[in-house]
Structure formats: structure tokens, C-alpha cells
């Protein structure tokens, strides 16, 4: 018959309240907590980081395209200078979405466009304007960049819709077509640059695995220490004929208790430094800065799966605490006939 | 019932090379259930550690050991903490927990079998005013004389109506009076079918109690009758 157990929940038997203290086990658990929060957050964010970067720039690529305003044709002339005569680009043709010139009789950019838009796995060709172009140059050329009259080529932003696109066929039908057009793939910086993320990711892994592993050993040199204190008093429980079971449910239930604590208070030490951290990695992971100042909305910015690792913490820590404890005083316990 | 065959015991040595002697030697004898035996010999005979076989503490390192129809010696490990909840033990050194109040301590065995807290609280309340401890149900061992403190370990041990009991100088605190209330007690329950075995070094009580006796010299068992 199996009975149940109905003692006071209180009754502390193997005087584990002072035996396992709630000072310092609490305490290492919740550094342990913090250090995972911490390597959680990085993960997340690595992860995060990779998607968008693939999703974003994976799938891109820009054409330059040197006098743009030439006529099109097949005969490629001189690549160093554009001619003196050559028209000024006209500012309308800025924002032409994939423009279908006139084929082989419209400017070099029409043609571009053109075969572009005609070339399958390619989602949308869109030229830069004047002022985005200024932009870019702004860093090198200063704000005065549009005033120096240069021969800029047009720059247009490419978006695959299909990432297998051979890039290659393409580059050489350009040419081809529009002799001195430069095809520039993001595709290799987005592929070290997903590296970098991934390898973020498997060393925040990594740390984290480490994190657990050295909870797990506080837990246990804390359980083992606990076991020595009270030696006496688990002879005389196991003596009047306690099973394994009951002695390490004691010292689990206590473990736990502790765990769960310091795991509640490594996650709320570490909410506020995730939130700054969230807020210093929004722009790079496709999200924005709270426009709101305030508690509530840099707590709304925190990412989902970061909220989701900082509640399960507690309970992470409270199962590191449980199985702990429990196999390092069955392991104990079986020195005893 | 309690048998012995042939039985040795060597404690495992610790930190030295080689066996370590062995304290008790070839021990055979059989104990029918309900009956009282003394445990007589000089210090040092091996009473503590026969004591020791009986209530688990130590396994034996030869031979057969039965305790109350359970052979100890092929039995998983599994199975001895429920054959321990059928043994009580009287400690010549009491081993109360210092924690835990005179209530506490004697209900311990009843709440480790996972008795309902009512039945343990009457159970324990009745014991402890039959051993003349009503009024310090909540003092800790620290604050009981040696006597009380012996009182309670008596009370524990007896609390859960043992098959089997032990006791290993239980009347070394006790005055005249309380030691024959102890007596009567164990009589009593040996009576009621309890095997009960005592070990002690007080021939007078001996006398006043006659009963058979196991005799131990040099860890042999030199006579049972």
C-alpha cells in the first residue's frame, strides 16, 4: 500500500534551512542566472541579426551604370570618360520603377532597366535619385557632393525575389547589352557577415552550456557541503527508515527553493541591462528605437523570445536545483547499506 | 524472527591498506518472535555491532542474516527501508535531533512511514505523557536531562509498535523507577509479540529481570540460554 506523506510542510527534519543556507546559494544562482541572461540575450540577438541580414541584403544586389544617359548600344566606347556632350541626367528618370525603354533604341539606363525587368528571379530594379545618391556620397564628398558636377553613374537597387539567381549570366548579359555596367552582389559580405552571426550565436551557446554546467556544480558542491553538516541526522533518518527517495526529496525541495530564487533574481538583475542592450541593437535587427521615453515602452521593445528566456530562468535554474540535488544525494546515499 | 548464521563482520577500512580485523566471528543463533534476550558480555565483546546487524545499520560480511523473515544479506537495497520502519532502536547515546522538539523527534518515525498528521499527533501526545514528558512536549534536547532525554529516545523508538526491538543500555540514564517502568514496558511488549533484545552492564537489573541471554566474549558468541 502506498501511503501518503502528510507531514507539516514546515517540518524541517534534517535541518536543511540552515544547512543550505538562502544566502549564498541564492546568491551564486542568481550571478549564474544573470551570466545566462546575458548569453540568451546574445543568442537571440545573433540569431536575429543573421535572419535579417539574409533576408535583407541577401537578396540584393546594384548596378552601376556609367553615362546613363548615353543611347544604348551594342559597340562598348570608351569606359574612362564620359563624352563632353553628354546630356545632363534628367532628375525624372530618378524614380523610374522598372522602366521598359524602348529597347535597344532608349538611353543606357532605359536599357538596363529594361533587361532587368525582363530577367526572371528578379523582384524589383529601382534607380536611385540624385538626392539618395548625394547621400551616399556625403560620407566621402561631403554635403556639397551634387554641386561638384561629377560623371556619376546611375545606381540602380536591385531585389531578387528568387536568392539563386545566377548573378553571373546576368553580369555578362548587361555587359553585353550595356557595355561598363558594374553588377555588385551583396551576397558575399551578407554571407561573412551571417557567419560572424552564426559563430556569435554557437560561442553565446556555448557560454551558455558553460553557465549550466557551473550552476549545476554550485548546486552540487552546496548539496555535498549540506550532506556533511547533516550526516548525523540522515544516519538517524535513514536508520528509523527513510528511503533515498525521501532524504533527497528533502534536500531537492530545498535546492529548488534556493535555485528558483536566485534564478528570479539573476533575470530581474538582468532586465534592465537587456533592455539597453535591445535598444543599442534595434537599428541593426530591422527594429526601431522607442519613440516614447519611458519604462513601458523600453519594455515593449524587448524582443519576444528575450521576455520568454527571462521568465524561464526561474524555472530553468529551479530544474537545474531539482536534478541537481537530487542525483548528488542519491549518489550519497548509496555508500549507505 | 531473527536468525544468525555463521555470520562475520568486518568494517570496511578506511584510508588503510589491507582488511581490517574482523569483530565478530562465526555467530549462529535464532530468536522466535516475541521474545526478550539479554545481550551480556564485557566491553569490547562485539554487543554494539551485533546490535548494529539487527537494526541494518551495517551488513554482514559473512554468513546469513534474517531479520523479521526478510534474509538481509540477499535483499535489494530497495527493500530494507521498510524492513527499518519494523525495527525500533534505543541508542546509548539517545541520537535525537537537536533541531527538532521532544514532540518532533518522536514523531519522526511515524511521519517518515507517512501516518496522517492526526494519528501521529494523538500517538505522540499519549507516548510522551506515558514516559512522564507531558509538560515538555516542545523542549528541545538540549534543554532535557540526560534521563529525559533517554525518555524520549525510548519513546521513539517504541512509537511505531516495532516487530523488533533494540536497545543498547536504555536504562544507563534512568533511576530505579523509571527503569522498571522501562522494563514493564518492554515485558509488555514482548508479551504482545515484539522480539526485544537488550543489551546492557547492569547485573542488578539482570537480576531483577530474569530472562535468557546471549552471551558474547571477543566477538564469539560463547552462550544462549
Redesign the interface.
Given at each position: 500500500m502506498t501511503?501518503?506523506?502528510?507531514?507539516?510542510s514546515g517540518?524541517?527534519?534534517l535541518?536543511l534551512r540552515?544547512a543550505l543556507s538562502d544566502r549564498l546559494l541564492p546568491f551564486l544562482v542568481a550571478a549564474m542566472a544573470f551570466l545566462a541572461a546575458l548569453a540568451l540575450a546574445g543568442w537571440v540577438g545573433a540569431a536575429s541579426l543573421a535572419r535579417e541580414w539574409q533576408a535583407g541584403s541577401g537578396s540584393s544586389l546594384t548596378v552601376q551604370v556609367p553615362r546613363p544617359g548615353d543611347p544604348a548600344q551594342r559597340d562598348s566606347g570608351p569606359k574612362d570618360a564620359p563624352p563632353k556632350d553628354a546630356p545632363p541626367r534628367d532628375a525624372s528618370e530618378g524614380d523610374s520603377d522598372k522602366a521598359s525603354g524602348s529597347a535597344a533604341g532608349g538611353t543606357r539606363i532605359e536599357r538596363t532597366l529594361s533587361l532587368l525587368a525582363g530577367t526572371p528571379g528578379i523582384d524589383t530594379a529601382r534607380r536611385l535619385s540624385d538626392a539618395q545618391l548625394t547621400d551616399l556620397l556625403r560620407p566621402w564628398l561631403g554635403a556639397g557632393a551634387g554641386r561638384l558636377d561629377l560623371p556619376l553613374p546611375a545606381v540602380v537597387a536591385v531585389r531578387l525575389s528568387d536568392p539563386a539567381t545566377d548573378l553571373d549570366a546576368l553580369a555578362r548579359r548587361l555587359s553585353a547589352e550595356v557595355p561598363g555596367v558594374l553588377v555588385e552582389s551583396h551576397g558575399t559580405w551578407v554571407g561573412r557577415l551571417t557567419a560572424l552571426a552564426r559563430s556569435l550565436q554557437a560561442c553565446a551557446g556555448l557560454a551558455l552550456l558553460l553557465v549550466v554546467g557551473v550552476a549545476a556544480a554550485v548546486v552540487a558542491v552546496a548539496t555535498r557541503s549540506g550532506l556533511s553538516a547533516r550526516r548525523?541526522?540522515i544516519e538517524?533518518?535513514?536508520?528509523?527508515?527513510?528511503?533515498?527517495g525521501?532524504i533527497a526529496g528533502r534536500f531537492a525541495a530545498r535546492a529548488t527553493l534556493l535555485a528558483t530564487i536566485g534564478g528570479a533574481a539573476g533575470a530581474l538583475l538582468a532586465l534592465p541591462v537587456l533592455v539597453a542592450l535591445a535598444g543599442l541593437a534595434a537599428p541593426f535587427a530591422g527594429g526601431s528605437v522607442p519613440a516614447e521615453q519611458g519604462v513601458i515602452a523600453f519594455l515593449a521593445a524587448l524582443p519576444t523570445p528575450i521576455w520568454a528566456s527571462l521568465v524561464a530562468l526561474p524555472a530553468g535554474a529551479a530544474a537545474i536545483g531539482f536534478v541537481t540535488a537530487q542525483g548528488t544525494v542519491r549518489r550519497w546515499l548509496r555508500r549507505m547499506? | 524472527m531473527v536468525r544468525f548464521e555463521g555470520v562475520g563482520l568486518r568494517y570496511r577500512a578506511i584510508g588503510r591498506a589491507g582488511r581490517s580485523p574482523e569483530v565478530l566471528h562465526d555467530i549462529s543463533f535464532t530468536l522466535p518472535d516475541g521474545v526478550f534476550r539479554w545481550l551480556l558480555g564485557p566491553s569490547g565483546a562485539g554487543k554494539t555491532s551485533l546490535l548494529r546487524l539487527m537494526y541494518l545499520a551495517v551488513a554482514p560480511s559473512r554468513g546469513h542474516l534474517t531479520v523479521l523473515g526478510t534474509d538481509v544479506s540477499a535483499a535489494p537495497r530497495r527493500a530494507l527501508p521498510r524492513l527499518r520502519r519494523r525495527i525500533g532502536v534505543v541508542f546509548q547515546d539517545f541520537r535525537l535531533l537537536p533541531h527538532l522538539s521532544a514532540f518532533d523527534n518522536v514523531a519522526l518515525p511515524l511521519r517518515i512511514s507517512g501516518r496522517p498528521e492526526g494519528q501521529v499527533r494523538a500517538d505522540v501526545t499519549e507516548m510522551l505523557r506515558w514516559v512522564g514528558l507531558a509538560k515538555r512536549i516542545e523542549a528541545y534536547p538540549s534543554q532535557l536531562s540526560g534521563g529525559e532525554q533517554q525518555r524520549v529516545a525510548i519513546a521513539r523508538a517504541v512509537i511505531a509498535r516495532p516487530s523488533l526491538l533494540v536497545a543498547d543500555e536504555p536504562t544507563g540514564n534512568l533511576d530505579d523507577a523509571q527503569a522498571e517502568r522501562l522494563m514493564q514496558l518492554l515485558h509488555e511488549m514482548s508479551r504482545l509479540g515484539t522480539t526485544v533484545v537488550v543489551a546492557t552492564h547492569n547485573d542488578r537489573l539482570v537480576a531483577r529481570h530474569p530472562a535468557p541471554a546471549l552471551l558474547l566474549e571477543h566477538g564469539r558468541l560463547t552462550g544462549h540460554h
Open positions: 501511503s501518503v506523506s502528510l507531514r507539516p517540518f524541517d527534519e535541518g540552515r548525523a541526522a538517524i533518518v535513514h536508520g528509523l527508515g527513510a528511503t533515498d525521501y547499506p | -
